[in-house]
């Protein structure tokens, strides 16, 4: 047999490299060491989906009628959930009908939404650092990406004002994602009425990324985008049922807001996918409907192991800012270190994975990343490896 030459396409080559791939080798050697190690480098929950939710599936999954194609845009008794779940949150008031549409995760909807607005050359805005979807999604669709820096010093919102106007001119979608995902920074409503202004102003489609809205500590309650005034004329919002229900596994979510721009996700959704299997989509609704004492409960557990690696890190002179939500510690590293020499000294020293900052976006330099994704033991473990190691 002759064998022809397998040449992957220019987009795919344009990718920057895996950022787990070299922690992947890193994390090996450090095993093959004899390391038992503990993974503070994914953000998956380690905790199991509610009992509830999955009496819901099995029970569902034995309706015949749930085992055929499902509607493209969800049923409507899920988007209805959906859209009573955010006015009963966040007070939006939604109509079903044109203004949800489900998504198979919410990855799915964010990687899809630039080939449904973006022409060759046209500019997104992509926060840096970030979850690493937004700016991929957009080379998928031959945009160009316009890194958005979020500094301490701002408390990690971009600065608006200084996107040059050359880049506002071509820009056509903005990615925002708060509470956030590397930084575990919060934006509060004044931030948004700012982003609609702007996005008013010089015609941008605003994508908010919610997914750790539900995972908030010390009684704050993250706001929606879509709290802003006018926020539903200029953009959209993704939620997720993944991180609020530890369903990362499970692919549901859905975005919520202007009719006109899911529309147009929905255009390219219909050609590439067939919706959310009924039975996920009803263990969705048990999810979003049941009594939320689950929700509260995930919360607890994190704020415990946020609380003992807070208090750990402060012990061995790690400076950190306390996160108001998500199950993520922005770290910066100890002075002499980059962010891939840091993440490197704790898995080699300490059998400790972490993510290095500069992975999410250029800004991400001088950081890395801590998911509190394993138990306080674990966590405690993992601090007194580094306290031994020093640095
Ligand atoms: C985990 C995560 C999501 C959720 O992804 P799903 O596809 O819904 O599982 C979305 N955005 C960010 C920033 C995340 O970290």
Redesign the pocket.
Known sequence: MSSIAIERADRLKRLPPYLFAQIDLMKKEAQDDGWDIISLGI?DPDLPTPGHIIDELSASARRPQNHQYPSYEGMGSFRRACARWYEKRFGVSLDHGPEVLS?I????G?AHIPLAFINPGDYVLVPDPA?P?YEIGTYFADGQVHFMPLEEKRGFLPDLGAIPSEVTKKSKLMFL?YPN?PTSACAEVDFYNEVVEFAVSHGIIVCS?I??SEMAFDGYRPVSFLNAKGAKEVGVE?H????TYNM?GW?I?FAVGNSDVLSGLGAIKTNVDSGVFQAVQESAICALEADQGCVEEMCRTYQGRRDVMLEGLAKIGLKADTPKATFYVWVSCPEGYTSAEFTAHLLKNCGVVTTPGNGFGPSGEGFVRMALTVSEERIREAISRMEKAGY
């Open positions: 953000g998504l995760g919410s990855k799915e964010i979850y979807v994602n995902n990324d997914a750790y993704f997720s049922l993944s991180k990362t692919r979510a």
